[in-house]
C-alpha cells in the first residue's frame, strides 16, 4: 500500500455538510460525482495529499443509507492507493483478509476499488484504490 488515498464519511445531507466541512477546512470542496452503481453521491476536499469524500446515499437500500441508519453519521471508510489492486487481493486473501468484492469494480474519481470486510481489519472498512489509467 502506497498511502491513504482518502477518508470516506457517510454523511446524510451533502449540499449542508460540503458547507459544514468548506467552514471547518477553510476551502471549499474541488469536485463531486456520483456513482450510480453504489447509489451514492460523492463530494472530495483535498487535504495535503489526501482527499476526505463526502458520500451522501442516492438510494434506500445503498450501502451508505444502510450505514447511516445503523450507525449514524461518520467516518465509513479509509482508502488506500495500491500499484496493483489484483495483485494486493491476492496478497490479503492469503494473509487471511476476508474480501467484500474479489473483482475491482468502478468507483468514484476514476477508481478501480475493493473491500475489505470491516471484521477482518479491527471493525474498519478498508478500500484499495488504484488509478485507472487511459
Known sequence: ????????????????????????????????????????????????????????????????????????EGIHHIAYDVEDINKEVIRLKQEGFEILNETPKQGADNKLVVFLHPKSTNGVLVELCQEISG
Open 1 to 72: 500500500m502506497l498511502k491513504v488515498e482518502h477518508i470516506g464519511i457517510a454523511v446524510k445531507n451533502l449540499e449542508k455538510s460540503n458547507e459544514l466541512f468548506t467552514k471547518l477546512f477553510g476551502k471549499a470542496h474541488y469536485k463531486t460525482e456520483t456513482v450510480e452503481g453504489e447509489q451514492v453521491s460523492t463530494s472530495f476536499f483535498m487535504m495535503g495529499e489526501t482527499k476526505i469524500e463526502l458520500l451522501e446515499a442516492t438510494g434506500e437500500d445503498s450501502a451508505i443509507s444502510k450505514f447511516i441508519e445503523k450507525r449514524g
